[in-house]
């Protein structure tokens, strides 16, 4: 199920890029489509996220400090595609989305147990 997580979500952040530039660029077709199948990414996100969620049962607090931060992560992505759409700053989203997908990054390979790093 990692693996599916994993890819999903570097998927949803390669279409966050595509759709804000397809927006800025004047594209808005290509944008409409490439922003519902990104919904539909953060629902693949979800499902996998759920499962390593009920997978993890000796982690505790991270685990639930990570599924907060993996939501504040999609919650920042939509926000970047919406605020682009309607021509309002984004700055602060892209800084939370970058800073929240770091943090999560962190904490899932690092500190979970799938993760590389030692713990």
Excluded: C, D
């Amino acid at each position: 199920m990692a693996h599916l997580h994993i890819t999903s979500w570097v998927i949803a952040l390669i279409l966050v890029v595509l759709v804000t530039s397809f927006t800025k660029s004047g594209k808005e077709k290509a944008a409409k489509i490439l922003h519902m199948i990104l919904r539909l990414f953060y629902l693949l996100i979800l499902y996998s996220g759920g499962s390593l969620f009920a997978s993890y049962n000796e982690y505790g607090v991270l685990v639930i400090i990570k599924l907060l931060i993996g939501l504040w992560a999609i919650a920042a992505m939509e926000m970047v595609a919406v605020k682009t759409k309607k021509r309002k700053p984004v700055g602060i989203w892209w800084a939370q989305l970058i800073i929240a997908v770091v943090i999560a990054m962190i904490l899932g390979f690092g500190f979970l147990g799938a993760g590389i790093l030692p713990a």
